[in-house]
């Protein structure tokens, strides 16, 4: 079982920035890929970044430039550096794993219980 927890959300102006962090625990014997996703009222959840074992990373077209992913694999933790926010911004994040809890068991993909980020016009 792996757990996630994220932190770090909250209310901002636009333009402000936000650091969003996310804890992986549990019965971990290995992380693929960790990223973040957010969902808007009304809309479908959506990829907002991701990064891979190998440091590949990928974003959604409207946060390159403004968002950074990262990772420390040592802590089994994923970091979302938000610059320059604005109100279309605003949604509920999710961090999310694809780990494999054992060394024969797949690769599974887990989530976090989110966390709100509001950006105020």
């Known amino acids: 079982q792996v757990q996630l927890v994220e932190s770090g959300g909250g209310l901002v102006q636009s333009g402000g920035s936000l650091r969003l962090s996310c804890v992986a625990s549990?019965?971990?014997?290995?992380?693929?890929?960790m990223g973040w996703y957010r969902q808007a009222p009304g809309k479908q959840r959506e990829l907002v970044a991701r990064v891979f074992s190998g440091d590949t990373t990928n974003y959604l077209d409207s946060v390159k430039g403004r968002f950074t992913i990262s990772r420390d694999n040592a802590k089994n933790m994923v970091y979302l550096q938000m610059n320059s926010l604005n109100p279309e911004d605003t949604a509920a994040y999710y961090c999310n794993a694809v780990a494999q809890s054992s060394r024969n068991g797949g690769y599974l993909v887990h989530w976090g219980q989110g966390t709100q980020v509001t950006v105020s016009s």
């Open positions: 549990g019965s971990i014997f290995g992380i693929n890929a």
